[in-house]
């Protein structure tokens, strides 16, 4: 669950965008049989507990019942949205602030639309090895923070220290791409790290790593933003809403028995991806159950007010090209109605 550097994603997608022009809509396949539709959903890293209730439906039969085939792959290096956009996959993961180069000054430069919330709220923050001192933003001065150097990465980073009455160029970012937290934490590599607690945080607790830990979302309600959430390609939403609101109906369902039967459900992802610690794969599912739907009427549900808080965020400190506006790159409209 690590982030990319999310100026690839613009780079690469220039030239894609040769695809797109070509011919390429995003709209499903029918499969040699011509009964299932073929669905191609791109996740946007290795197979974790974020994309369990996918492979639910795949390993239970959901999409089979919608009439879906659906093909999960792994993103290329320009990324999921560079994917989804250019029409190679219908569907992919993606973060509300990954998308923001997409929707700055409301002309899709990358033409993919949020459709499902994976996760209700925002579980990323800070974590630091117990007893370091850092147990709050203010706690980072004089630290060590390993940065993707990505502006909104930083931003966030430097609100939540100077809300916290911190100052935010004490903070010494050290370039860095971290692919086991807990091993850079436990060797003193770094002293601090942003990480996505459902995954990283209880793999800290799986491997008995006392650690501090503050989550944005408690400094400043506008980073309770969606992340992760699924994308689709706009051209197959208009081209086919049917058959998006079928994949979403066996998505949800797929979601709804991970939040039922955590251990059952991680059996599942294990299954398909047996290259996988299967310890934290429980431990994480048993957590991410409680937070797939957490408050929300159903899962996937946006709430608008907390996907504009975000994008205020990021237009009142200039941090896209032009502002996004309001209301502008999700949709609940292929969601399961509310039972």
């Known amino acids: 669950m690590k982030k990319r550097i999310l100026a690839i994603v613009m780079v690469a997608f220039m030239a894609s965008l040769c695809m797109t022009g070509c011919g390429s809509s995003g709209s499903g396949e029918e499969s040699a049989g011509g009964d299932l539709t073929k669905i191609t959903f791109v996740l946007d890293w290795t197979p974790n507990t974020n994309h369990t209730g996918v492979y639910v439906a ?4 959901y999409f089979e019942e919608e009439g879906l085939e659906v093909e999960v792959v792994q993103p290329p290096d320009d990324g999921a949205e560079t994917m989804v956009g250019s029409g190679q996959a219908q569907f992919g993961v993606s973060f509300q602030d990954y998308m923001v180069p997409a929707l700055a000054g409301g002309e899709k430069t990358i033409p993919i639309t949020a459709v499902a919330a994976i996760l209700q709220h925002n579980l990323s923050g800070i974590m630091s090895a117990k007893g370091g001192g850092i147990t709050s933003p203010k706690g980072l001065e004089g630290k060590t923070y390993a940065t993707w150097e990505l502006p909104i990465e930083q931003a966030i980073l430097k609100e939540c ?3 916290d009455g911190g100052d935010f160029s004490k903070v ?3 370039p860095e791409t971290i692919d086991d937290e807990v091993s850079a934490l436990k060797a003193k590599q770094i002293d601090s790290i942003w990480v ?5 945080g209880i793999n800290a607790e799986v491997k ?3 650690i501090d830990y503050f989550a944005f979302k408690d400094i400043d309600k506008a980073f309770d933003y969606y992340s992760p959430v699924i ?3 706009d051209d197959f939403l208009a081209d086919q809403p049917d058959t998006a609101k ?4 066996a998505v949800s369902k797929g979601y709804e028995y991970a939040i039922e039967n955590p251990k059952e459900a991680a059996d599942i992802l294990v299954k398909a991806n047996p290259e996988i610690d299967a310890d934290l794969v429980l431990a994480s599912q048993e957590y991410l159950a409680g937070e797939y739907q957490a408050d929300a009427s159903q899962w ?3 709430d608008g007010d907390r996907w504009n808080g975000f994008y205020k965020f990021i237009n009142d400190k200039k941090l896209a090209e032009a502002e996004i506006p309001m209301d502008f790159g999700f949709t609940n409209e292929f969601l399961p109605e509310v039972k």
């Not at 079928?246 to 109906?249: E, G, H, S």
């Open 196 to 200: 996505y607690y459902g995954w990283a």
């Open 161 to 163: 220290v100077e809300e």
């Open 172 to 174: 010494e970012l050290i």
């Open 58 to 61: 795949q390993e239970l039969g």
């Open 246 to 249: 079928a994949f979403l109906r």
């Open 231 to 233: 994308i689709a390609n």
């Open 300 to 302: 996937g549900v946006f």
């Open 208 to 210: 008995d790593f006392p």
